[in-house]
């Protein structure tokens, strides 16, 4: 076993007292130059690191971020936390990373552990949590940024980033009217999915606003996922074989229809068109390719994690709403 060097062995290699060295480390201009250097060759010499959980009882900060996402092998997830975790690093903070794997009661757990680990601020992405749960974590941390999922109230602590899912289902809705569909149908998210009850609310509102109310029952909820896409898919046209477009809740949802189209023999595009949202990158390379509604992925890792960076300095980020706006970009799965 390697055994770690303490503060006492520098101390002893270079004939000074532990106070000495501490002040030497953190650069205080209460001792001498040369005896500075002499202590800091021997810190580099034998690999001395601080200890982290000794600086956090001085300055109270642990200089660790947590970021919880609900589905870590989602693309989606994966490139946000990847702009979180290098705009983390640039700043000197390290990141625990949790999965909630689409289940509130790992929700919870994933949220204790942060708590228990006293980062000093949280990342929630796309909480499934009932309102009052998610307010009594959020009163518990120092600092947060939730993600895609807006507050009944405004907490100082906290900001919030999220995409506009109705304007892109808008978006969506309005081109499969441009195509000429009259039955469109939805693949929802999880019920308890904010962006997904987003985006029902501007489906139906479409729906009556185009004068289209039978769609009003063209809507099936599925697990965000491709196996749930193709399951919703399989329901959604057996019960509703009259449907010519589909409008899935993520590229996963839309690519588990794809194939749920093929195992109905319903082709894409020629009997049924298909629109997904996020743009992940495997979404133009699927066949056909698919259309869906972009957006930044990293961006938004990086944005979110700028803002808490404000809020551990002390700042306090305007607007209290950060709010991204996606594009839709054509493919051959809705051309």
């Known amino acids: 076993m390697i055994k770690r060097v303490t503060l006492a062995d520098v101390a002893r290699q270079a004939g000074v007292s532990m106070q000495t060295v501490s002040r030497a480390v953190r650069d205080k201009d209460d001792i001498s130059t040369e005896t500075r250097e002499r202590i800091m060759a021997i810190v580099n010499e ?3 690191r601080p ?3 000794a600086r956090s009882l001085v300055t109270q900060r642990t200089t660790t971020v947590g970021l919880m996402v609900p589905d870590i092998a989602n693309p989606f997830f994966s490139e946000i936390a990847r702009g979180v975790e290098d705009t983390a690093y640039a700043h000197a903070y390290s990141l625990f990373l949790c999965n909630a794997a689409e289940d509130i009661e790992r ?20 909480p499934r949590l009932p309102m009052t749960d998610l307010f009594a974590y959020l009163e518990q941390f120092y ?3 939730v993600f895609n999922r807006d507050l009944s109230e405004d907490i100082d602590k906290v900001r919030l980033i999220y995409v506009d899912d109705q304007e892109g289902t808008r978006l969506a809705w309005d081109h499969f009217v441009q195509l000429g569909h009259q039955k469109i149908g939805m693949l929802a998210g999880p019920v308890q999915s904010w962006s997904s009850q987003q985006r029902v609310a501007s489906f139906r509102a479409a729906c009556t ?4 109310d039978g769609c009003l029952e063209l809507i099936e909820h599925c697990m965000p996922t491709i196996a749930g896409g193709l399951e919703g898919t399989e329901r959604l046209l057996s019960d509703h074989p009259e449907i010519t477009a589909i409008l899935a809740f993520n590229d996963l949802v839309a690519i588990g229809a794809l194939r749920g189209c093929q195992n109905l023999g319903r082709r894409v595009p020629q009997d049924i068109e298909i629109i997904g949202s996020d743009d992940i990158p495997l979404a133009s390379l699927m066949t056909p390719p698919l259309t869906s509604l972009h957006v930044p992925h990293r961006t938004l890792g990086v944005t979110v994690m700028q803002s808490l960076i404000q809020l551990l300095n002390g700042e306090k980020p305007d607007p209290y709403r950060i709010i991204f706006h996606p594009e839709l ?3 051959c799965s809705a051309p």
């Open 46 to 48: 034998l690999g001395y």
């Open 143 to 145: 600092y947060a940024v």
């Open 107 to 126: 929700e919870k757990a994933a949220l204790n552990s942060l708590l228990e680990k006293q980062v000093d601020g949280v990342i929630i992405c796309s």
């Open 51 to 53: 200890s982290g959980i």
């Open 209 to 212: 606003s185009a004068g289209l």
């Open 329 to 331: 970009t054509l493919r």
